[in-house]
């Protein structure tokens, strides 16, 4: 897929994954790029970020962004037509102390990428409201529920191991609330 | 130079040295840590920005200032914390200077 200034931050992202894909790099999408993918785009983060499994050689992932035209600049990789730029944080792919992510593929326009599931997606940001108590991140949790079918119980277990499950049954109560 | 007199297994003793005293003071700011720690706040950024890439500590804004702790994340989170209390522990200098740092409330116009 060609990028472009009108592509969104759902087509850059999963074209990217795309791509590190045939470069046999595998990379999750993480953060607030997969809530747009999951909200069809109704939340608009500026970068999207993947977490890379595996040893990967710095070269072997410049030339693969390089080739749908993104450049690294510091941590980041920036394209000169899109505006939303690429960052790759240090793993282990995790939400809270959970370990065990299983990526789910997600298809755009004919590409295909590995992301967190709406599930996880919808974990990652309560991490962040529970870490942080940053009710944006409660919000995009609940959106994510809003436009997804995702696992509640699977969720409330989650948010009982990590001792925060008065802050699931806030995040439960928004998400019937907006239903 | 300083001769090494503690173990550094973060990598650098200003990294390992942060970090110890960021569980200590729950949050700190370079300036504070670099009082602290007796090391120069250029060293003391260099090291939160390192550990801040490896995604053991998190910052953010508070007013002007950026204020760090230990990233609550972090995956191995309550393990790291209690790896980094045991090895404070055994810097009994790094637990006196934390235990003189004034950080309750005081009454605004009560002299110092």
Redesign the interface.
């Known amino acids: 897929m060609k990028l472009s200034a009108t592509s969104t931050l759902p087509e850059v992202a999963i074209a990217v994954g795309a791509q590190l894909r045939r470069h046999g790099i595998t990379a999750v999408l993480t953060g607030g790029a997969c809530v747009s993918v999951y909200t069809d785009g109704s939340y608009v983060s500026k970068d999207a970020d993947f977490v890379i499994q595996g040893r990967v050689r710095q070269d072997d992932l410049d030339d693969a962004l390089a080739e749908l035209g993104f450049v690294r600049t510091g941590?980041r990789y920036v394209h000169s037509d899109v505006e939303f730029y690429l960052e790759f944080?240090?793993g282990?792919l995790?939400i809270?102390?959970?370990?065990a992510i299983r990526p789910a593929e997600v298809a755009i326009a004919g590409d295909v990428a590995l992301a967190l599931s709406a599930t996880d997606s919808c974990r990652d940001r309560l991490?962040?409201f529970?870490?942080?108590r940053d009710r944006q991140s409660l919000q995009l949790a609940v959106a994510v529920a809003r436009h997804q079918t995702v696992d509640l119980e699977a969720i409330r277990k989650w948010s009982r191991s990590e001792g925060n499950l008065d802050d699931y049954n806030e995040f439960l109560r928004e998400v019937r609330r907006s239903d | 130079m300083l001769v090494k007199n503690m173990s550094s297994p973060f990598g650098g003793l200003a990294r390992t040295r942060v970090l110890v005293g960021l569980r200590l003071l729950e949050s700190s700011f370079p300036r504070e840590l670099s009082r602290v720690l007796a090391v120069p706040v250029s060293a003391v950024s260099r090291a939160l920005a390192g550990l801040e890439?490896?995604?053991l500590v998190a910052g953010?804004l508070v007013g002007r200032t950026r204020v760090y702790t230990l990233n609550?994340?972090y995956?191995?989170?309550?393990e790291l914390s209690a790896y980094l209390l045991r090895l404070a522990e055994a810097d009994a200098e790094l637990r006196a200077r934390t235990a003189q740092l004034r950080r309750r409330p005081r009454r605004t116009g009560k002299p110092l």
Do not use: E, I, Y
Request: a neutral charge.
């Open positions: 941590d944080p240090p282990p995790a809270g102390s959970d370990l991490a962040a529970f870490h942080w | 890439r490896d995604a953010r609550p994340g995956f191995a989170r309550p």
